[in-house]
């Protein structure tokens, strides 16, 4: 299982932050073949102020490679139309990728690395696509 992590901008309108995690929810959810997304309510909110909180936080599971770097270029493509927004990927192993520093070649290689392997008891968690 991977989670993605959607933040936007606190300034945005919550008609709109709502309406654009919604939108790449649907997005994702047509562009893969294989597995699943769905959205997973944050952690202690047993009722959703809006949408957005829901849609805001996602996990994808049972994918291989191939419809990961179909969910990569879609959060690529999503991001670089909403430059002040972030998309994060927590792999099973804890890492942390960010995908508006990644090309698709990084990852891909960080996805195999550590998300296509068992999860490994770990401690911490890595960050990935840091300056």
Known sequence: MIELDITMPPDRAPKERDEECRRLYLELKASIDEGEVEAKPP???????SIGELFSHLIMVGTNLGVFSAVFEVLKSWLDNRPSCE???????????????????????????????????????????NP
């Open 87 to 129: 998309i994060t990927l927590t792999c099973p192993d804890g890492t942390v990728l960010k995908i508006s520093k990644l090309s698709l070649d990084e990852a891909m290689k960080l996805y195999e690395r550590h998300a296509m392997k068992p999860a490994l008891a770990s401690a911490g968690s890595t960050e990935a696509g």
């Open 43 to 49: 952690a202690g909110i047993a009722e959703h102020r």
